[in-house]
Structures are given as C-alpha cells and as structure tokens.
C-alpha cells in the first residue's frame, strides 16, 4: 500500500489577466496565463488526491458473526493504533461512540453490533478506505455475496470533518463521500449523532434531522447497548 503524505497545497493561485513584461510579445503571453491557470488548485480534489496534514474522519463499525462485541472492541483498538501511527505530531484526538444493536437491514443474519469512531489522519481518502479493508481482513471478513453477514464491516462514513461541515464529496469506482448509506442508516446516524450532535452531512442534511426520519423508520430497530 502506498501511503501520501505530502500536506495539501497552498492557497489557490489565481490568474492574472496583465502579462508580465517578459512575456507581452504574441504567443507567450497566452502560454504564461495557462501555465498559470494550472496551477489553480481545488483544495477539495488536492484533499481526495493526497489527503490533509490533519484530516478528522469519522468511521462505521459493524459486526454480527461470532463474538460481535470483542470484534468492536479489538478493530476499536487497530483504529487508535491506526492514527496514533499515522499521527505526524505524534498526537492524535481518538473518540469512539458507545456500542448500538441493530437490526440487519439489506443483510443476513443475527443482529448487529454498531460504533463509529472519531479520529485524524494524514493519509488519502483512498489509502484510509486500504487500512480499513485491510483491518477488515484481519478480522476474517470474507465477501461471499452482496451483504452477506460479516466479521466486521468498517465503512468510511465522512473525510475532512471541520467543526459542523461534514468534509469532502467525492465519489469513484471504489469510493464515495459521504458514504453513501450513512444519511439513512439509524445504526450510524445514532452512535454518530453522540459524537457529533450538530453536524451536517453534505448533500443530506443535519444530522439531527436525518436522525429523526430514520428514528419514525420502523424497520430500522436500534438500541444502546453499552456506553
Ligand atoms: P461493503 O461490502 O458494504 O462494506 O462495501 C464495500 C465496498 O464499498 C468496497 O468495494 C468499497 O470500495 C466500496 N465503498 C465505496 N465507498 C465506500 C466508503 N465510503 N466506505 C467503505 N467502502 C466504500
């Protein structure tokens, strides 16, 4: 796995429209504007592409095979190690939600176990979403069929959280943020809400407010289990 760690690039440049002396003479001027306008940055793209300095993430933990409860627990702990490792400063805010059960929705099996967990990283969207399916592994996650039981699921629910905003939007073949389920899904919706009550997820809503429809949701049975 390759991991990037290269900070995001400085403030957008823009584009002037007064060529510099040097460059007033016919073709040259509109070669120095475009090399220029590429140096125009999306600080959003830059953030999908390398990652931040300090990214707060916040990541779904589910389980409902085998002993679900010591499986949240043990991948609660490879997370902190995860961005204690990855921390540049050597610091690193780790905060893990209480455990929720839940009803399988759109998957076989027992009841699940459920937590989210709040930390920072330094590496890409996509080198993080690597070390959560690494871990995954590790835990004898096997994919069988579409939302078959799992070992433990870790979804990456949210990327570059400030404050209320709940970070980027982004999505390819192998990753979308926010993630895609996590607006309607109680079993996230409630362990998030614990660590961020007044958050907002990008192109859903207020948590609060998508906490409450999902609550009127019948289907969707989620209780505390331990805090
Ligand atoms: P699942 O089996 O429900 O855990 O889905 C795993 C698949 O979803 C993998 O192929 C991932 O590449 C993809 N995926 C897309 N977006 C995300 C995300 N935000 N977090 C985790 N997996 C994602």
């Known amino acids: 796995m390759t991991r990037t760690r290269h900070p995001v690039a400085s403030t957008p440049t823009t584009t002037s429209t007064t060529p510099e002396p040097a460059a007033r003479a016919g073709g040259r001027v509109i070669e120095r504007v475009a090399e220029r306008s590429r140096a ?5 793209a830059e953030v999908i592409a390398r990652g931040a300095p300090r990214a707060a993430v ?6 409902n095979l085998g002993d679900a ?11 902190r190690e995860l961005a204690l490792a990855d921390a540049s400063t050597g610091m690193s805010s780790f905060v893990a939600s209480s455990l929720w059960r839940s009803a399988p929705v759109d998957a076989a099996g027992p009841d699940f176990l459920n ?8 590496l890409s969207p996509h080198d993080l979403l ?5 871990i995954e592994q590790r835990f004898g996650r096997e994919r069988p069929y579409r939302n078959a039981p799992r070992t ?3 979804d990456l629910l949210l990327f570059g959280v400030a404050d209320n905003d709940g970070g ?4 390819d073949d192998r990753l979308e943020l926010p993630h895609p389920r996590a607006a309607q899904r109680a079993f996230v919706l409630e362990p998030l809400a614990e660590l961020w009550p007044d958050g907002e997820i990008p192109g859903a809503g207020r948590l609060a407010d998508l906490l409450a429809r999902a609550r009127l949701d019948v289907a969707q049975r989620v209780e505390l289990v331990a805090s």
Do not use: C, K, N, S
């Open 69 to 79: 409860r010591a499986t949240i627990a043990a991948a609660i702990d490879e997370l």
């Open 130 to 134: 690597d070390a959560l399916q690494a």
């Open 152 to 154: 433990l699921d870790l």
């Open 168 to 171: 980027v939007r982004h999505i």
């Open 40 to 44: 125009i940055v999306d600080p959003a």
């Open 58 to 63: 916040f990541v779904g933990l589910g389980a």
């Open 115 to 122: 937590a989210v967990a709040r930390f920072e990283t330094a």
